[in-house]
């Protein structure tokens, strides 16, 4: 079975600039997350989306973080306007249902705010 | 929400000597504690996951023990080998499909 797909690997862009990032999850998996995972520091919860709907977003800076998920399929997260905070990895897994605890995780999308 | 804190936040061991990582949760609802191993650069690979009815598994070389009481568990990696190098990062979680709140992780070093 295919992993979760997130593209780009890699970006780099100024502060104040804007970014997205795109992932695919496994194929049938109903859940998606998006962490952010700042250099040392374990991931950190953005937003849950369970199909199309948000779960939890409670810790996204909607300010300047937006996520959707149109379909229930793939995913978009944007930053606008991004600052240097931001720089991190960006994860995105996904779980097969409400019901299930393991979640699987993409490669990742390094971003670097200069 | 959940506190979640991990110890040591580095360890460095010899080639087959054992290491133990310990991590408390503050949520006595959790009830399934997995982890995670992340090698640099990669992303988080599920290693060991236990549920809160058993108070231990073990996978070849690792395992996981859980004091639910206590609310903490560890996990345990016997014959350290080099590629045993890497972050470990557990992540108790209440319910399945909630998200996964990982504590701060454990840098392990295996010296040959």
């Known amino acids: 079975e295919a992993g979760v797909a997130q593209s780009p690997r890699y970006k780099i862009i100024e502060k104040r600039q804007s970014v997205a990032f795109w992932c695919n999850p496994i194929?049938?998996?109903?859940?998606l997350y998006w962490y952010q995972q700042i250099l040392g520091q374990g991931p950190k919860l953005l937003i849950q989306?369970?199909?199309?709907?948000?779960?939890?977003d409670s810790q996204l800076p909607k300010d300047r973080f937006s996520a959707e998920r149109l379909k229930g399929v793939d995913s978009t997260l944007k930053i606008q306007p991004a600052k240097l905070e931001d720089s991190a990895v960006y994860l995105c897994?996904?779980?097969?249902?409400?019901?299930?605890?393991?979640?699987?995780f993409g490669p990742g999308t390094r971003l670097t705010v200069t | 929400g959940e506190n979640v804190e991990q110890h040591p936040s580095t360890l460095s061991v010899q080639e087959g000597d054992s290491a133990v990582i310990k991590c408390t949760y503050s949520?006595?609802?959790?009830?399934?504690f997995p982890w995670y191993k992340q090698e640099l650069g990669k992303r988080p690979q599920l290693i060991i996951d236990?549920?809160?009815?058993?108070g231990e598994k073990k996978d070849q070389r690792i395992a996981v023990t859980l004091n639910k009481t206590a609310k903490h568990f560890s996990l345990h990696i016997t014959e350290t080998q080099p590629e045993d190098s890497a972050v470990y990062f557990c992540?108790?979680?209440?319910?399945?499909?909630?998200?996964?709140?990982f504590g701060g992780g454990t840098r392990v070093l295996v010296k040959p």
């Open positions: 897994a996904s779980s097969q249902t409400q019901g299930s605890y393991e979640q699987y």
């Open positions: 236990i549920r809160s009815n058993v």
């Open positions: 949520d006595s609802a959790s009830n399934y």
């Open positions: 989306f369970q199909n199309n709907g948000v779960v939890d």
């Open positions: 194929s049938g998996h109903a859940t």
């Open positions: 992540a108790p979680i209440r319910a399945a499909g909630n998200k996964l709140t």
